[in-house]
Protein backbone atom coordinates (compact mmCIF):
# COMPACT_ATOMS: atom_id res chain seq x y z
CA UNK A 1 0.00 0.00 0.00
CA UNK A 2 0.75 3.43 0.18
CA UNK A 3 1.05 5.99 3.27
CA UNK A 4 1.10 9.77 3.57
CA UNK A 5 2.67 10.81 7.21
CA UNK A 6 2.55 14.11 8.47
CA UNK A 7 3.80 15.58 11.72
CA UNK A 8 4.56 17.87 14.27
CA UNK A 9 8.22 18.54 16.10
CA UNK A 10 8.14 19.82 18.89
CA UNK A 11 11.93 20.67 19.51
CA UNK A 12 14.35 18.07 21.28
CA UNK A 13 14.62 15.97 18.10
CA UNK A 14 11.07 14.46 18.35
CA UNK A 15 8.42 13.88 15.88
CA UNK A 16 5.31 13.18 16.45
CA UNK A 17 2.56 12.25 13.38
CA UNK A 18 -0.19 10.75 12.04
CA UNK A 19 -0.33 8.47 8.70
CA UNK A 20 -2.68 6.83 6.65
CA UNK A 21 -3.40 5.42 2.82
CA UNK A 22 -4.61 2.58 1.14
CA UNK A 23 -3.71 -1.13 2.04
CA UNK A 24 -3.85 -4.09 -0.56
CA UNK A 25 -2.78 -7.86 0.08
CA UNK A 26 -2.47 -10.78 -2.00
CA UNK A 27 -4.82 -13.12 0.30
CA UNK A 28 -4.48 -17.28 -0.38
CA UNK A 29 -7.39 -18.62 1.20
CA UNK A 30 -8.16 -22.20 2.80
CA UNK A 31 -11.06 -24.01 3.46
CA UNK A 32 -11.21 -27.34 5.13
CA UNK A 33 -14.68 -29.36 6.43
CA UNK A 34 -15.06 -32.91 7.83
CA UNK A 35 -17.28 -33.64 5.23
CA UNK A 36 -16.77 -36.17 3.11
CA UNK A 37 -19.64 -37.12 0.94
CA UNK A 38 -19.88 -32.88 -0.63
CA UNK A 39 -17.55 -31.69 -3.45
CA UNK A 40 -16.21 -28.53 -2.44
CA UNK A 41 -15.00 -25.94 -5.11
CA UNK A 42 -13.09 -22.44 -3.75
CA UNK A 43 -11.80 -19.83 -5.39
CA UNK A 44 -8.74 -19.59 -3.14
CA UNK A 45 -6.37 -16.69 -3.85
CA UNK A 46 -8.28 -12.94 -3.69
CA UNK A 47 -7.38 -9.70 -3.59
CA UNK A 48 -8.08 -7.25 -0.54
CA UNK A 49 -8.38 -3.74 -1.16
CA UNK A 50 -8.33 -0.88 2.41
CA UNK A 51 -6.91 1.68 4.10
CA UNK A 52 -4.21 1.98 7.09
CA UNK A 53 -4.38 4.58 9.64
CA UNK A 54 -2.19 5.17 12.65
CA UNK A 55 0.20 7.13 14.21
CA UNK A 56 3.85 7.35 15.68
CA UNK A 57 6.67 8.94 17.32
CA UNK A 58 10.48 9.03 15.80
CA UNK A 59 13.03 10.45 18.06
CA UNK A 60 16.89 11.35 17.04
CA UNK A 61 19.37 9.15 19.14
CA UNK A 62 22.54 10.57 17.25
CA UNK A 63 23.18 12.63 14.60
CA UNK A 64 22.31 10.38 11.94
CA UNK A 65 20.64 7.68 14.04
CA UNK A 66 16.75 7.82 14.99
CA UNK A 67 13.97 5.35 16.72
CA UNK A 68 11.02 5.42 16.78
CA UNK A 69 7.54 3.23 17.72
CA UNK A 70 4.34 3.50 15.25
CA UNK A 71 1.06 1.99 15.45
CA UNK A 72 -1.10 0.85 12.40
CA UNK A 73 -4.15 -0.47 11.83
CA UNK A 74 -5.70 -2.19 8.69
CA UNK A 75 -8.94 -2.79 7.51
CA UNK A 76 -8.58 -4.97 4.03
CA UNK A 77 -12.08 -6.26 2.50
CA UNK A 78 -12.40 -9.19 0.93
CA UNK A 79 -15.81 -10.42 -0.26
CA UNK A 80 -14.67 -12.11 -3.40
CA UNK A 81 -14.19 -15.60 -1.51
CA UNK A 82 -16.63 -17.85 -1.98
CA UNK A 83 -17.02 -21.84 -1.41
CA UNK A 84 -19.18 -23.52 -3.60
CA UNK A 85 -21.19 -27.34 -2.67
CA UNK A 86 -21.25 -29.62 -4.88
CA UNK A 87 -23.13 -33.06 -5.05
CA UNK A 88 -20.15 -35.39 -4.32
CA UNK A 89 -21.21 -38.37 -3.77
CA UNK A 90 -23.95 -37.01 -1.10
CA UNK A 91 -27.37 -38.89 -1.81
CA UNK A 92 -30.18 -36.61 -3.59
CA UNK A 93 -31.49 -34.57 -2.41
CA UNK A 94 -28.73 -33.07 -1.13
CA UNK A 95 -29.54 -29.50 1.07
CA UNK A 96 -26.25 -28.04 0.45
CA UNK A 97 -25.93 -29.20 -3.01
CA UNK A 98 -25.16 -25.61 -4.98
CA UNK A 99 -24.90 -23.70 -2.01
CA UNK A 100 -22.52 -20.82 -1.89
CA UNK A 101 -20.54 -20.00 1.28
CA UNK A 102 -19.18 -16.69 2.09
CA UNK A 103 -17.12 -15.61 5.53
CA UNK A 104 -19.86 -13.52 7.98
CA UNK A 105 -17.60 -10.75 7.87
CA UNK A 106 -15.35 -10.06 4.49
CA UNK A 107 -13.33 -7.66 6.20
CA UNK A 108 -9.54 -8.48 7.77
CA UNK A 109 -8.80 -6.28 10.45
CA UNK A 110 -5.51 -5.96 12.28
CA UNK A 111 -3.88 -3.60 14.69
CA UNK A 112 0.39 -3.70 14.96
CA UNK A 113 3.11 -2.11 16.48
CA UNK A 114 6.24 -1.83 15.43
CA UNK A 115 9.71 -0.34 16.44
CA UNK A 116 12.27 1.00 14.07
CA UNK A 117 15.88 2.20 13.93
CA UNK A 118 16.94 4.36 10.98
CA UNK A 119 20.22 5.52 9.51
CA UNK A 120 20.70 8.51 7.98
CA UNK A 121 23.62 9.02 4.98
Not at 11 to 24: I, K, S
Not at 82 to 109: C, E, M, Y
Amino acid sequence: GARLRAGYTPGGGALFYVTGGGAYARLNNKFATTNSVNSFADGGKTNGWGYSAGGGVEVMAARNLSVGLEYLYTDLKDDDYTVSVGQGSAPAPDPLTGVDIQRSDPHFRTHSVRGTISYRF
